[in-house]
């Protein structure tokens, strides 16, 4: 497991978990997946905001989301917790369990409170859809940071994104019209479409088919081992 920072230094020490998750600011989008700037808030981040995998009835991955949502749901009975003996536990019995050395935690009345790896949705059979977030780091994985013009592979700061058909030509930003390109290649083509430069791809583009179970992995600025037996099967 890796660590993130110091936790809880100015965490309300005198009320309870309800009161600490409602008092807390919550401005984290839905969609935990892909930005950098949003890793790096996430590592100075407090065991509040800490990624917390939500299981569905089945036990199939269905989205990372933060503590502060997995305490919301596990409190209104929405979830349970599960422990790493694979047990599941409602909130009160959550609150009784011991906070170990290993564990985050946040404080509550009378002691403090395990922050769980995963919760289990109890009424929720889906299995939700992974939608790749169109980024520039996803746009390069898909093309395995190759040039899709000229199949060079050069450091991945010299690698931009092109717009096939160019933004001033009505090209938009999409999975189809946006590619990994070296330097030079980005360069020589300008504001040209591919047939006006003379210039083939290497492949057509389309949006990835990763699961989630890659998604979250990628996405996740922790990984914690709980979370493996759900993403290996999924
Ligand atoms: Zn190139």
Redesign the pocket.
């Known amino acids: 497991m890796r660590k993130v920072g110091h936790p809880h230094r100015d965490e309300p020490g005198s009320e309870d978990v309800d009161a600490a998750v409602a008092s807390k600011r919550d401005d984290q989008r839905e969609d935990p997946l892909g930005e950098d700037e949003e890793r790096t808030s996430l590592q100075r981040s407090e065991p509040l905001d800490l990624p917390v995998l939500v299981v569905n009835r089945q036990f199939h991955p269905v989205k990372l989301t933060s503590a502060r949502r997995a305490f919301l749901l596990l409190y209104s009975g929405s979830a349970l917790a599960l422990d790493e003996a694979g047990e599941l536990h409602d909130f009160s019995a959550w609150r009784r369990l011991p906070v170990r050395e290993k564990d985050h935690r946040v404080p509550i009345v009378g002691g403090s409170l395990r922050v769980p790896r995963v919760v289990h949705l109890r009424h929720y059979d889906r299995v939700r859809r992974p939608t790749v977030p169109l980024t520039r780091k996803t746009v390069m994985l898909r093309d395995g940071h190759q040039?899709q013009?000229?199949s060079?592979q050069p450091a991945i700061r010299d690698l931009n994104i092109d717009h096939v058909i160019p933004r001033s030509r009505g090209g938009n930003s999409s999975w189809e019209n946006l590619v990994t390109?070296?330097r030079?290649?980005n360069l020589r083509k300008g504001w040209r479409t591919p047939d006006e430069a003379s210039m083939r791809l290497i492949r057509a583009p389309q949006a990835p088919r990763w699961s989630l179970a890659a998604l979250i992995v990628m996405g996740s600025p922790l990984i914690f081992e709980e979370w493996n037996p759900f993403l290996r099967a999924s």
């Open positions: 040039c013009y000229c060079k390109a070296c030079t290649c």
